[in-house]
């Protein structure tokens, strides 16, 4: 099965106080290459997190986005530590009492102080790492299968222009024969009609030469090997590395088709190699969204 290197998945979950949220994106790259964007308390996962994407993506541009938020519903759990609030105001008047100039804390500078707010709900921290790990596995798991829906997407593509190939590749191989003769019958009077009496002989052998430059058997081999190949890879898949491999079909096909419009003989020849190019082109802009 075919994975875009292009998705998005998002996850999420509660566990009081808080409310989580993953968001998984990711564009086309060469290699993986994995941009997390975590809350500065949870910075100290960032290697779990990379390690449980890797196992999953190979390539890829990713960004991993955690978003946590204390839930609203979790406000009347909130108590104000009386203690912490006494130092604050002893320390408060202690000071104003030294520079009378100072304004007195409002209570908005009180509740701002580390410790001053409390909550009675607030879970333990290992929990809330294995709430926000578990949920980043969903996260992962949709954001896998995602690329897979691109990626059954971008097989489509790739078979309906690989079909088109092999009808035009047929067509130019069973039209060939003709081409060929209808092209030898023309240069040979054309030559008598320039040099006039030219011996057989002669003539023979130029036109075995001609026939040997101009044979195109190798190039609709080749051409129907690496259609096979694609057509292989993109079915059956590999462990990895498939978009790495059929861009490097992709140019392989492309150089038999510049080669077999080299030896055009007629204009049926140059117009298949051109039709064949652009079919190339469409699929290599594809396989560059392959993993």
Same mark, same amino acid.
């Given at each position: 099965?075919?994975?875009?290197?292009?998705?998005?998945?998002?996850?999420?979950?509660?566990?009081?106080?808080?409310?989580?949220?993953?968001?998984?994106?990711? =564009?086309?790259?060469?290699?993986? *290459?994995?941009?997390?964007?975590?809350? +500065?308390?949870?910075? !100290? %996962?960032? /290697? @779990?997190?990379?390690?449980?994407?890797?196992?999953?993506?190979?390539?890829?541009?990713?960004?991993?986005?955690?978003?946590?938020?204390?839930?609203?519903?979790?406000?009347?759990?909130?108590?104000?530590?009386?203690?912490?609030?006494?130092?604050?105001?002893?320390?408060?008047?202690?000071?104003?009492?030294?520079?009378?100039?100072?304004?007195?804390?409002?209570?908005?500078?009180?509740?701002?102080?580390?410790?001053?707010?409390?909550?009675?709900?607030?879970?333990?921290?290992?929990?809330?790492?294995?709430?926000?790990?578990?949920?980043?596995?969903?996260? =992962?798991?949709?954001?896998?299968? *995602?690329?897979?829906?691109?990626?059954? +997407?971008?097989?489509? !593509? %790739?078979? /309906? @222009?690989?079909?088109?190939?092999?009808?035009?590749?047929?067509?130019?191989?069973?039209?060939?024969?003709?081409?060929?003769?209808?092209?030898?019958?023309?240069?040979?009077?054309?030559?008598?009609?320039?040099?006039?009496?030219?011996?057989?002989?002669?003539?023979?052998?130029?036109?075995?030469?001609?026939?040997?430059?101009?044979?195109?058997?190798?190039?609709?081999?080749?051409?129907?090997?690496?259609?096979?190949?694609?057509?292989?890879?993109?079915?059956?898949?590999?462990?990895?590395?498939?978009?790495?491999?059929?861009?490097?079909?992709?140019?392989?096909?492309?150089?038999?088709?510049?080669?077999?419009?080299?030896?055009?003989?007629?204009?049926?020849?140059?117009?298949?190699?051109?039709?064949?190019?652009?079919?190339?082109?469409?699929?290599?802009?594809?396989?560059?969204?392959?993993?």
């Amino acid at each position: 099965m075919l994975h875009s290197m292009t998705g998005f998945a998002a996850a999420g979950g509660e566990i009081a106080p808080y409310t989580l949220r993953w968001e998984l994106k990711s =564009v086309n790259h060469r290699y993986l *290459d994995i941009t997390c964007r975590l809350p +500065e308390e949870y910075r !100290h %996962l960032e /290697t @779990r997190i990379r390690a449980l994407i890797s196992a999953a993506i190979t390539r890829g541009k990713v960004e991993c986005r955690l978003t946590v938020n204390s839930a609203s519903h979790t406000n009347d759990a909130l108590h104000a530590d009386q203690t912490a609030i006494a130092a604050l105001a002893a320390l408060d008047a202690d000071i104003r009492s030294r520079y009378p100039a100072i304004s007195p804390l409002s209570v908005a500078d009180i509740l701002r102080h580390p410790g001053v707010l409390q909550n009675h709900n607030e879970s333990n921290p290992e929990d809330v790492q294995a709430a926000l790990l578990e949920s980043l596995q969903q996260a =992962v798991t949709r954001f896998k299968q *995602d690329r897979a829906r691109e990626g059954q +997407e971008l097989q489509a !593509h %790739l078979v /309906t @222009r690989l079909d088109k190939m092999s009808e035009l590749i047929d067509l130019l191989q069973a039209l060939f024969p003709q081409l060929l003769t209808a092209y030898m019958q023309k240069t040979e009077q054309r030559l008598r009609d320039a040099i006039g009496a030219i011996e057989e002989d002669r003539l023979k052998q130029e036109f075995a030469l001609f026939i040997q430059k101009s044979d195109v058997d190798e190039e609709f081999s080749r051409l129907r090997t690496h259609i096979a190949e694609v057509r292989r890879i993109i079915t059956q898949g590999a462990k990895q590395g498939v978009g790495k491999r059929l861009d490097f079909l992709m140019q392989e096909l492309n150089r038999e088709a510049n080669t077999l419009g080299s030896k055009a003989i007629a204009i049926e020849c140059t117009q298949t190699s051109v039709e064949l190019k652009v079919l190339i082109e469409q699929m290599r802009e594809q396989v560059q969204n392959i993993e």
